[in-house]
């Protein structure tokens, strides 16, 4: 049981390149969600879903793009990096009022 | 918006029990309340959650008042390893809402 999985751990990209971040869960959670923490800072949500064909905004979701087309994965896209984007990336699924699990995250540098 | 709100820090000495106090005075009645903890460098774990009675588990306890408006969870040992930032939230499980983490608690322990 491998729980959340995130690849890569490290990255960096140039402003304005594009890159997929993985999340991938083998609880058959149908929850999942992106955040990102930066130094020092709290975690803001990026975007979220529910189930499979089903992701919302959240607090701060510009520059990102997401899908689910299966349960077990939901994959964060930054259509073009910025700066700004450098961050710690962290993946969480969990099923019906049970604790989130989160992933080891992936550290983004932007230069 | 956080629904929680929580003090920035705390100290406690090792080997003492700590408090830590998160207020929630909009809480709905349908809002599981879950503590996380995110040691330095890693992603955040889950402690524990409960919906109205007080819970225990092998990490903490946690304290829920009668109005459901605050709780607080309870170390009842403090270890070094203890030292983290603690995260109290709310989820709604009848909506799947957006959860929204706020700063949480620094928590120090001092040896």
């Known amino acids: 049981n491998a729980g959340v999985t995130q690849t890569p751990k490290f990255q960096v990209l140039k402003t304005g390149q594009s890159m997929t971040l993985q999340c991938a869960q083998d609880?058959?959670?149908?929850?999942m969600s992106w955040y990102r923490q930066d130094p020092g800072m709290g975690l803001r949500l990026i975007h979220y879903?529910?189930?499979?064909?089903?992701?919302d905004q959240g607090e701060v979701p510009n520059g990102y793009n997401v899908s689910r087309s299966t349960t077990e994965d939901f994959p964060l896209r930054l259509l073009s990096a910025a700066p700004s984007q450098t961050s710690v990336y962290f993946c969480?699924?969990?099923?019906?009022?049970?604790?989130?699990?989160f992933g080891s995250g992936t550290r983004l540098t932007v230069v | 918006d956080a629904k929680t709100t929580q003090p920035n820090s705390m100290e406690s000495n090792e080997e003492e029990p700590v408090h830590l106090p998160c207020n929630h005075s909009?809480?709905?009645?349908?809002?599981?309340i879950h503590w996380y903890r995110q040691l330095p460098s890693q992603g955040p774990e889950y402690v524990i959650h409960?919906?109205?009675s007080n819970v225990n588990n092998r990490m903490a306890s946690l304290a829920i008042a009668e109005d459901r408006k605050s709780s607080t969870l309870i170390l009842h040992r403090a270890t070094l390893r203890d030292a983290a930032v603690y995260y109290c939230?709310?989820?709604?499980?009848?909506?799947?809402?957006?959860?929204?983490f706020g700063p949480g608690t620094s928590l120090s322990v001092i040896p």
């Open positions: 909009t809480i709905s009645g349908t809002d599981y």
């Open positions: 939230i709310l989820r709604d499980v009848t909506s799947y809402d957006k959860v929204i």
């Open positions: 879903s529910v189930g499979a064909g089903i992701t």
């Open positions: 609880m058959n959670h149908e929850y």
């Open positions: 969480a699924s969990s099923y019906g009022a049970g604790g989130y699990t």
């Open positions: 409960g919906l109205t």
